[in-house]
């Protein structure tokens, strides 16, 4: 029997016509893909037919005219029952219907004649003809040339066929499903892993911005987008959130169409709706004529926000192939616009805690200048100094804050000193020095319990420490002194030699400097003394100048 593949092309543009048609859908799309099969496994042409309604789908030329209606019951049938199934036999003609079960509903079937012995005459149709309704010439004309075929082998293979299509469809299904699958594990660890970097970014000594930065650099190798911005709605200073008038700020990664005024537009016109969920713009939107950004063909945008408080926007924008954007770019913008927005409002918590902090070691500094009128301003100075002395030896902005707190409450033990001694306008006695000299550590026990203050001890407790063993409260030596103890001492040495005391005028810059030399390596650690002569004509002015507020909000305390 003839069954091996073998193309129909007459057949094959007839079924390809239906797909393109207007009403082609994709059930359609699929029983016409069946059917193709069954033309080229079983060598014939096969007409398709919907028993819903009797009507021919997709008609085929090379088969007699039949009147399809009058077996319209018995496809239906067939439909139903999903098996192959020889409708009508009469020899030597045979009918088969084959259900195109992969299409919903069951109402399509394929059918197809086929010759069951060899013809001599026309007179062999005589019977079938009758039966089947058609000229008896029709059929031996039908009949020529065309190959026999066993009625039971022919219902045998078309369901041979009809099992392989059924597990083509399943294993094209099941490696749709597996590439979906790989894909979305492929994204999901990308976006983890994005973001799983992103937390262990959120130290608070980061600014937002750093973190946003990192976000969006990273944000272009998960996410397909030409451009990524961040808008903040305002830049950080302190306390400058409500009410802001300021402009806004931005961060960019790849190629942004926008500028930075038409990005503030944007962000407006979707803020409302931005506010609550992300924002996802195609380009059903951006083809229309009104757009305002004809540069954006796709969009998403989300809110960096914390509760209620809106920090700015996270954007990406046009797809590199100009595909959509969707729900899994929205989600991970969303995540990344989150951990931003809590970042900066933990870094606002974290900066108000530290202006808070300040404030109080500066209220305390004022108490201990207060109670001794004579060194009024001490406190102070020491602190600015001391933190010249610390940017002249390197340190960071961290330590510089440290030093700076430190040196406003190195003396804070004075608080517990007799007034009579403090405000002692001559010379002090030799027990009214020793105690003077309990204020160290009359100064680490008002701090020790004080958990903010803990970074501060070795300074309060170690300042009257000497290089060379011979200052208290322990009488450390050399490096065993703490090092930001050794540089508030050579601060404060300065302060009190230059200072104007009740018994004396304070002492000329040569004088302090020759006595600063010759301490160095003795009193004071060397490389302190020598910061101070490398910046000694910056620190003659930070204390002539007196308290600069602005000099003090530079060590930036978020
Ligand atoms: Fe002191
Ligand atoms: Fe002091």
Not at 314 to 343: D, K
Request: proline share 5%; glycine share 6%.
């Amino acid at each position: 029997m003839p069954l091996a593949p073998h193309s129909n092309a007459g057949s094959t543009m007839t079924l390809e016509a239906i797909t393109t048609g207007a009403t082609a859908n994709r059930h359609r799309r699929a029983a016409v893909a069946a059917a193709q099969s069954l033309v080229r496994w079983l060598a014939s042409p096969f007409v398709v037919i919907d028993t819903a309604d009797g009507s021919v789908v997709a008609p085929q030329a090379q088969l007699p005219a039949f009147d399809w209606s009058q077996w319209n019951a018995t496809l239906a049938q067939v439909a139903q029952v999903g098996r192959p199934a020889l409708i009508e036999e009469e020899d030597p003609v045979a009918i088969l219907a084959v259900p195109l079960s992969s299409a919903e509903p069951a109402t399509l079937v394929a059918v197809s004649a086929f010759l069951t012995r060899p013809v001599h005459t026309s007179a062999d149709f005589q019977r079938a003809a009758q039966v089947m309704r058609r000229p008896v010439d029709e059929l031996w004309n039908w009949s020529q040339g065309r190959k026999v075929a066993d009625p039971t082998a022919l219902e045998q293979m078309a369901d041979l066929v009809l099992a392989k299509l059924a597990a083509d469809a399943r294993i094209a299904t099941l490696e749709m499903e597996v590439d979906e699958l790989a894909q979305r594990i492929g994204a999901s660890y990308e976006e983890i892993s994005l973001i799983y970097r992103l937390t262990q970014n959120l130290k608070l000594s980061d600014s937002r911005e750093t973190l946003a930065q990192l976000a969006l650099e990273w944000l272009a190798e998960v996410v397909r987008t030409e451009g990524a911005v961040v808008q903040f709605d305002c830049p950080v200073t302190p306390r400058d959130i409500p009410g802001c008038t300021a402009p806004p700020t931005h961060h960019r990664v790849g190629a942004c169409p926008l500028d930075e005024t038409e990005l503030g537009e944007l962000f407006r016109m979707y803020e409302q709706d931005a506010r609550h969920r992300p924002v996802v713009v195609n380009q059903a939107v951006t083809r229309d004529p009104a757009w305002r950004f004809p540069t954006v063909r796709e969009l998403v945008i989300v809110p960096i926000s914390e509760g209620s408080r809106v920090y700015g926007w996270l954007a990406i924008f046009n797809h590199p192939l100009g595909q959509e954007f969707g729900t899994s770019e929205a989600s991970l913008l969303s995540s990344i616009g989150t951990i931003i927005g809590i970042h900066a409002a933990n870094a606002d918590l974290y900066r108000e805690q530290s202006e808070l902090l300040a404030d109080v070691v500066r209220a305390m500094s004022s108490a201990i200048d207060a109670k001794d009128p004579y060194t009024r301003g001490h406190s102070d100075r020491v602190a600015r100094v001391a933190v010249r002395l610390a940017r002249q030896l390197g340190c960071d902005d961290e330590t510089a804050k440290v030093i700076y707190l430190s040196g406003l409450l190195h003396d804070i033990g004075k608080i517990g000193i007799n007034d009579d001694v403090l405000r002692k306008p001559g010379r002090l006695t030799e027990p009214e020095f020793e105690h003077v000299k309990t204020h160290v550590t009359i100064g680490y026990k008002i701090l020790k319990d004080l958990r903010k203050m803990q970074h501060m001890l070795p300074v309060v407790l170690h300042h009257h420490e000497s290089w060379d063993g011979n200052g208290y409260p322990h009488g450390l030596k050399g490096d065993d002194i703490p090092y930001l103890a050794r540089i508030v001492a050579v601060a404060d040495s300065y302060d009190a030699m230059t200072s104007d005391r009740p018994y004396r005028r304070g002492l000329e810059i040569e004088r302090v400097d020759a006595i600063l030399r010759k301490g160095a390596g003795q009193q004071w650690d060397a490389r302190v003394v020598e910061a101070y002569f490398a910046c000694r004509q910056e620190i003659a002015e930070i204390v002539n100048r007196g308290v600069d507020d602005n000099e003090l909000a530079q060590l930036q305390w978020s």
